[in-house]
């Protein structure tokens, strides 16, 4: 299995200089989730280190890598192929860096998309991947004050705000997106109850 190192040396290769440095972000905030909320911190570094290495990769590539794996394609990754950089991700560190961990490769495989009943790993990269230092948009520190405080709290809200903004710019919406977050707000309100 391939050590950090060695993810960091094809990270640099293949990624551009900014998303590089996103990585590193989703690193240090996965890691700090991690120890707030009792994950296994390693699987947290290695699992935001992998999330995005297939960012950079054409739609056809991603199609490509995804169907040769068996991956049953749906309709909304034919129309909008990089919902699928999360899966290939888990694929090429799997295949590639020899690794092997399945809550791992699940965390990366759907920190783009999110899916109903998510474990503690997949929600703290999922949301680390939106609220890490680099990141710069209207509402991310209050994303980051309600994640800190509450962590499927902060996941829901991500949530929102991606179904929002995908909506605003009339985009394709992922239906695992929604049951995800149709799932995750069932919690939340049962834990007031
Ligand atoms: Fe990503
Ligand atoms: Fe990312």
Redesign the pocket.
Known sequence: MWNEEMIKEYLKKHLKES?YK??LG?VETSERLARLYGADENKARYAALI??LA?GRSDEELLKIAIKSGYDVCNEEKKSPQLLHGLVAAIIAKEKMGIEDEEILNAATF?TTGKANMTLLEKIVYIA?YIEPNRDFPEVQKLRDITFKDLDRGVLQGFDNTIKFVIERKEILHLKTIEARNYLLQEVIKGDT
């Open positions: 998303r996103h990585v989703v999330h995005d960012k920190h991947d």
